[in-house]
């Protein structure tokens, strides 16, 4: 057979009354003649069980290791929405540098409690204050805290 001829399972455009290769049923073609069917060997599935059970239990933790980042992350924000909120309710009744200096936030968030420090800034005339929040994630302690500068006028 020359390049130039074409195949004799392609209709050649050309020539409309090319035969063509008849398709194959189902049966014909995944079925050989002496009747087995082809599928998976007992290696090929052993091997896929077995790569299942390498990557399933790290895939697994991996999930577990996110669910428990997005579990801080997320009472994380809600402490430091909290002082946000606490800071600024105190700033606008004027006490941010006096009145309590610890607390929690009772009665929706019992599990976090919050404290104050006031440090002296370098210049004398004015005061750091920090509001530092507590709070308890997947056993542990963690803080946040937000800081502000106050004048002592």
Not at 18 to 44: N, W
């Amino acid at each position: 057979m020359r390049f130039s001829e074409p195949l004799p399972y392609i209709t050649h455009p050309l020539n409309r009354f090319a035969e063509t290769k008849p398709v194959k049923t189902f049966r014909q073609q995944y079925v050989s003649s002496s009747g087995s069917r082809s599928g998976f060997t007992l290696v090929e599935s052993l091997a896929a069980l077995l790569f299942l059970a390498i990557v399933l239990p790290v895939a697994l933790q991996g999930l577990a290791l996110a669910n428990r980042s997005a579990v801080v992350a997320e009472r994380k924000l809600i402490a430091t929405r909290l002082l946000n909120n606490l800071m600024n309710e105190r700033a606008a009744t004027g006490e941010l540098l006096t009145g309590s200096s610890a607390g929690t936030f009772a009665p929706d968030y019992p599990d976090y409690q919050w404290q104050t420090e006031t440090l002296g800034w370098f210049d004398g005339t004015m005061q750091e204050v920090i509001y530092i929040a507590t709070y308890q994630a997947q056993g542990q302690t963690y803080q946040v805290r937000l800081a502000t500068l106050v004048s002592q006028e």
